[in-house]
């Protein structure tokens, strides 16, 4: 028993539903909704959330499940929000900082690194045009931030990996500003070699992206292949930074740009209690809620081994300097 | 990811009485308690003509319960 047919044949009501899963396994992908109810997208990433929805006896016996279609069909019916801000990155550069800042305004729907938008984009290795995924992904934005508290504004952090993306997004989002925030790569390196990211270890990402599945395959080492992705990730958002609509901000800078230069790049005029609400996300370290957020680029910088630093010197500071520069 | 598949089958025709009815799913939502879950959907069947028992809300919610892990499975 599933919803599928009750979705395919006549398709349900989706007043509450929210579609949290792509179900990229089968010939052709399906969406499947749950009912989160008023919960926010408050915990630091989006399966964070999903998880405690999925705890939930409701949503543990109830899903719909549809055709990709359907969520067009719902967005004529009942149009979202338009993502107010992308927040791109190059991982362990205080991303997770800013979205939680962002979402300690009941106003705001932050959705951090979601799965079903990474799978969306990689629809294309299953032969999806690119106008294709621009109607899906849109589609999909406009479902999945349907108020449920009243809230105003969408913002999305996405994945390291999707700076790649970013001229599709673009194409999909022509008016959403975005930022790119980077960090020393000494730093982000030392953090990487201790708990790398999913797009840090070769293969682990279902994707043609040359700049994270290079051709050549497998390089000497790990820290090798991390550097490499790193200064991709890098240079592309440099080629980028060279359009309208998005600016960089270096971890150092962080979190008080936030207030002083994020939030105006994001059109978001910030009143006092505001302000104070977003400085009170701050204290906490913001993936481990129960330890204070420091900067930890001393440590950090301890940290980096003799290899390490010699491939930031090879391939990543003058990109890092590129970047500060701008 | 899936819905549950191997939901007992006196519990299906209440499965999709919900999933056609709006106001049984605000009924529903929200709910966290597991038992507090099971008497109200108990309820909610005899209501609307879908006899179901605690046994068969049970069942259902261990069967999606595997579902989920087992999606969840690299």
């Given at each position: 028993m599933d919803g599928l047919t009750n979705g395919m044949n006549?398709?349900?009501?989706?007043?509450?539903?929210?579609?949290?899963f792509i179900n990229r396994r089968t010939a052709a992908p399906v969406v499947e909704w749950c009912r989160p109810g008023t919960?926010?997208?408050?915990?630091?990433f989006f399966e964070d959330t999903l998880k405690a929805v999925m705890r939930e006896p409701f949503n543990l016996l109830f899903r719909h499940q549809t055709p990709l279609d359907t969520l067009l069909s719902w967005q004529r019916e009942s149009p979202g929000l338009e993502p107010g801000g992308f927040i791109f990155h190059m991982?362990?550069?205080g991303s997770t900082l800013v979205s939680q800042m962002l979402a300690a305004l009941p106003e705001n729907i932050v959705l951090s690194e979601p799965p079903p938008l990474d799978a969306l984009l990689r629809t294309d290795r299953h032969g999806a045009t690119d106008d294709q995924r621009i109607a899906w992904l849109r589609a999909w934005m406009s479902a999945i931030s349907?108020?449920?508290?009243g809230e105003q504004r969408l913002y999305v952090k996405l994945d390291a990996w999707h700076i790649f993306d970013l001229p599709i997004l673009r194409r999909a989002f022509p008016g959403t500003p975005w930022i790119f925030l980077y960090r020393n790569p000494v730093e982000v390196m030392a953090s990487a070699m201790k708990a790398p990211g999913l797009?840090?270890?070769?293969?682990?990402?279902?994707?043609?992206?040359p700049a994270i599945a290079?051709?050549?395959?497998?390089?000497?080492s790990q820290a090798e292949y991390a550097a490499s992705v790193l200064a991709n990730i890098m240079r592309a958002a440099l080629e980028h930074l060279a359009l309208p609509g998005g600016r960089a901000f270096d971890y150092s800078r962080l979190p008080e740009a936030v207030i002083t230069d994020i939030a105006p790049h994001f059109r978001l005029d910030l009143t006092g209690p505001q302000i104070e609400a977003m400085n009170a996300?701050?204290?906490?370290?913001?993936?481990?809620?129960?330890l204070y957020f420091e900067s930890d680029t001393a440590r950090k910088q301890q940290e980096a081994s003799a290899e390490v630093r010699a491939l930031c010197a090879g391939q990543l500071d003058a990109l890092y300097a590129q970047l500060r520069a701008l | 990811m899936s819905t549950p598949h191997t939901i007992e089958s006196g519990f299906e025709r209440f499965h999709q009485l919900v999933l056609g009815n709006t106001a049984l799913q605000e009924d529903l939502?929200?709910?966290?308690?597991r038992e507090a879950f099971i008497s109200r959907a108990v309820e909610l069947g005899h209501q609307h003509g879908v006899p179901i028992q605690p046994a068969d809300v049970v069942a259902a919610l261990q069967a999606a319960r595997g579902a989920w892990m087992d999606s969840q499975m690299v």
């Open positions: 006549t398709g349900p009501d989706l007043r509450g539903w929210l579609p949290v919960r926010r997208f408050i915990e630091p991982s362990r550069c349907q108020p449920r508290n797009h840090l270890i070769e293969g682990l990402i279902d994707t043609n992206m290079p051709p050549g395959g497998h390089r000497s996300r701050i204290p906490f370290n913001v993936k481990t809620p129960q | 939502t929200g709910i966290t308690d």
